[in-house]
């Protein structure tokens, strides 16, 4: 015999914290066996997600300019908002220009911009280096070194000489494809195309300490995964995830499940942000004894 436990979850109804992170109280204690098995069924999600959030915000930007080598190192952050190629491509340009303008106050001698360009029918963003110093054909102005750093080299210390670690960097790099080699631009007829991916969140994470089990692991150093969530809607629709196999079921064992605690989570351990909507699923715990 089986005897079956079925949770609505709505997170509008959540006892404290938002609607990514929050505790709830059931109306009574359920009780398991050491043989019990639990479903995580019927989850519909809001895609409101933004293009940019604070989980990837960042580009870390290198200038340096021989013989003496001046170096500046600046974290360029985004607005976070929603962004199609275009409107991203305005974005990065106003912030590049707000700090090369900051060298160019201070260095009267060092005059440039980096410009990127969205192409729709390519789909590539094209960065590319302006030199704006005034010097005549025959000069030979010091080369200005620029670097937009991957992940691959920020995780080995490029940025500073400090290595990061993959759950800090909070960088734009999985957008623009710039991964394993650094973007490096050096001469006005120099420039790099990237291959614009905005949706980069594909896959998010729904935890819970109390009914996650032992046997389910991950290699981003991610513990109590309850479920694996795919984002396969379009931004500002309804993402609705459902079982449909007998398969996708967590061992819990013996418990006492009064209150749950729940995150919603991306593949670096932060926090989404749901903006005030709410998101809802179904438990199912199957208590069978017959095993």
Known sequence: ????????????????????????????????????????????????????EARNNKIYLTVVVPPIMSTYNRVIELDTGYYNGFSFADELNKQLTKFTDYIGERRQDLIFNINSEY???????????LDKRHHNQNDNPDPIFITIHSNKDLLNGSYQNTPLTVF??????????????????????????????????????????????????????????????????????????????????????KRLLKTLNFKLMDKFGSVLNLYGHSMSFSITILNNNSF
Do not use: W
């Open 1 to 52: 015999m089986a005897r079956l436990n079925k949770i609505f979850i709505e997170s509008f109804f959540k006892a404290s914290g938002t609607d990514c992170d929050f505790k709830i109280e059931l109306d009574e204690t359920i009780t398991t066996n050491e043989k019990s098995q639990l479903y995580i069924d019927d989850i519909i999600i809001p895609n409101v997600f933004k293009t940019v």
């Open 119 to 129: 192409d729709l029918l390519r789909n590539t963003l094209s960065f590319k280096f």
């Open 168 to 253: 800090n960097l909070q960088s734009i790099n999985e957008s623009l494809g710039n991964i394993e080699k650094s973007i490096t631009l050096d001469k006005d007829n120099t420039n790099h195309d990237c291959v614009l991916n905005l949706a980069t969140l594909k896959s998010i994470y729904l935890f819970c300490s109390e009914i996650s089990s032992n046997d389910t692991i991950s290699n981003f150093q991610q513990n109590n995964i309850i479920k694996k969530i795919i984002l396969d809607s379009a931004q500002n629709e309804i993402n609705i995830t459902q079982a449909g196999n007998n398969v996708d079921y967590i061992h819990i064992g």
